[in-house]
């Protein structure tokens, strides 16, 4: 033990920790690879097969949007040459979750059906939603309001996906960030600016929706694979001149169109039409609109005005701006509540005592 802490000592001293991942992308600089679909197409079909070496039983995670879809779309047109298929059958297994007439059911049933998969369809309702919010912020270890949002219903699909004897799901996080798939991309004035933020997004993943892909399943011991952040996939589609992937509507090209444009085969579709050309839904939207507005109301209920009014005395550092980052709040101090740091001399002294 006294050397860990000797070897955490002199980390500290000499200059903190080095990241040893240093791809091109990492510098921000704008790259100027010309668009291949084929490329793009055999990288990213190349990310998803080299997930599939497993052997548990596992399935794919399903929104309907387009980046899960692509996923799902893959893994069955590969599937029948596997291993995994002769142990476990060559049907896939897709799961998908929302309230009872959400968007995201919907978009599900229609790829599930389109790819003849083994489709769950898994319903929740906003009392359970809030019922499960301190168990979830628990396990995800954040405050953060979207990810909160989005991560509830995740965490009420892995414990069910679990239930199952599932021990392993692909997911399709990541595309949004490597492509510029939100819809406030619309705004980026040009391409050196859209190339920055993709790189900015992709270095924050871990806070954000990566935390919550890992932690809402290893909450309930199933493990998340998301083969758009393959390394080698990364590099690829980063490696573009980020102009194609500006959203043109004079162009007809809209958010993610060189993703979408690659899996476009007339000859053999990998999705319908309209799938592969589904505009954006966030998760947390996806799986129902009254969900949010749900938690909305709970919050409102047990965070009062004059709360609100003292939330920069209570909480100095990143301070609530809403009833609901409020209330998130109180709960993740519940389970972990600030303390004060050590000084590093303080430290040394405790490390080292005369």
Same mark, same amino acid.
């Given at each position: 033990?006294?050397?860990?802490?000797?070897?955490?000592?002199?980390?500290?001293?000499?200059?903190?920790?080095?990241?040893?991942?240093?791809?091109?992308?990492?510098?921000?600089?704008?790259?100027?690879?010309?668009?291949?679909?084929?490329?793009?197409?055999?990288?990213?079909?190349?990310?998803?097969?080299?997930?599939?070496?497993?052997?548990?039983?596992?399935?794919?995670?399903?929104?309907?949007?387009?980046?899960?879809?692509?996923?799902?779309?893959?893994?069955?047109?590969?599937?029948?040459?596997?291993?995994?298929?002769?142990?476990?059958?060559?049907?896939?297994?897709?799961?998908?979750?929302?309230?009872?007439?959400?968007?995201?059911?919907?978009?599900?049933?229609?790829?599930?059906? +389109?790819?003849?998969?083994?489709?769950?369809?898994?319903?929740?309702?906003?009392?359970?939603?809030?019922?499960?919010?301190?168990?979830?912020?628990?396990?995800?270890?954040?405050?953060?309001?979207?990810?909160?949002?989005?991560?509830?219903?995740?965490?009420?699909?892995?414990?069910?996906?679990?239930?199952?004897?599932?021990?392993?799901?692909?997911?399709?996080?990541?595309?949004?960030?490597?492509?510029?798939?939100?819809?406030?991309?619309?705004?980026?004035?040009?391409?050196?600016?859209?190339?920055?933020?993709?790189?900015?997004?992709?270095?924050?993943?871990?806070?954000?929706?990566?935390?919550?892909?890992?932690?809402?399943?290893?909450?309930?011991?199933?493990?998340?694979?998301?083969?758009?952040?393959?390394?080698?996939?990364?590099?690829?589609?980063?490696?573009?001149?980020?102009?194609?992937?500006?959203?043109?509507?004079?162009?007809?090209?809209?958010?993610?169109?060189?993703?979408?444009?690659?899996?476009?085969?007339?000859?053999?579709?990998?999705?319908?039409?309209?799938?592969?050309?589904?505009?954006?839904?966030?998760?947390?939207?996806?799986?129902?609109?009254?969900?949010?507005?749900?938690?909305?109301?709970?919050?409102?209920?047990?965070?009062?005005?004059?709360?609100?009014?003292?939330?920069?005395?209570?909480?100095?550092?990143?301070?609530?701006?809403?009833?609901?980052? +409020?209330? +998130?709040?109180?709960?993740?101090?519940?389970?972990?509540?600030?303390?004060?740091?050590?000084?590093?001399?303080?430290?040394?002294?405790?490390?080292?005592?005369?």
């Amino acid at each position: 033990h006294l050397s860990c802490l000797l070897i955490c000592f002199l980390t500290f001293i000499l200059g903190g920790l080095r990241r040893w991942y240093n791809p091109p992308w990492f510098s921000e600089s704008i790259p100027s690879a010309p668009y291949d679909p084929l490329l793009i197409r055999e990288s990213f079909e190349k990310a998803v097969i080299k997930r599939l070496m497993t052997d548990v039983p596992f399935g794919v995670l399903l929104s309907g949007g387009l980046d899960s879809s692509l996923v799902a779309s893959v893994v069955s047109r590969h599937l029948a040459e596997t291993k995994v298929a002769r142990q476990w059958g060559n049907k896939l297994h897709t799961f998908c979750i929302g309230l009872k007439g959400s968007p995201d059911l919907k978009a599900a049933k229609e790829v599930a059906d +389109y790819l003849g998969t083994v489709h769950h369809e898994l319903h929740f309702t906003v009392q359970e939603g809030i019922d499960a919010l301190e168990e979830v912020i628990y396990h995800i270890e954040t405050y953060d309001v979207t990810t909160i949002r989005a991560s509830t219903p995740m965490f009420l699909m892995s414990r069910k996906i679990k239930s199952l004897g599932v021990k392993m799901v692909l997911s399709g996080e990541g595309s949004d960030e490597i492509f510029g798939g939100y819809l406030y991309f619309h705004k980026a004035p040009n391409k050196k600016e859209l190339h920055e933020e993709t790189c900015r997004k992709i270095k924050a993943l871990h806070l954000y929706d990566c935390l919550r892909a890992n932690k809402a399943t290893s909450a309930w011991g199933l493990e998340a694979r998301v083969p758009f952040l393959d390394k080698n996939f990364i590099n690829v589609a980063m490696d573009l001149d980020p102009e194609c992937k500006m959203i043109r509507r004079d162009l007809g090209r809209m958010e993610k169109w060189v993703l979408r444009n690659a899996f476009d085969d007339e000859k053999k579709p990998y999705l319908p039409k309209h799938i592969l050309y589904r505009q954006k839904e966030q998760f947390s939207d996806g799986v129902g609109y009254s969900w949010i507005d749900g938690l909305k109301d709970h919050a409102n209920a047990h965070v009062s005005d004059s709360m609100m009014t003292n939330a920069s005395f209570v909480y100095p550092e990143n301070t609530p701006t809403t009833k609901e980052a +409020y209330y +998130y709040r109180t709960v993740f101090e519940k389970f972990y509540p600030k303390v004060q740091k050590l000084q590093p001399a303080f430290a040394f002294i405790m490390i080292f005592p005369s």
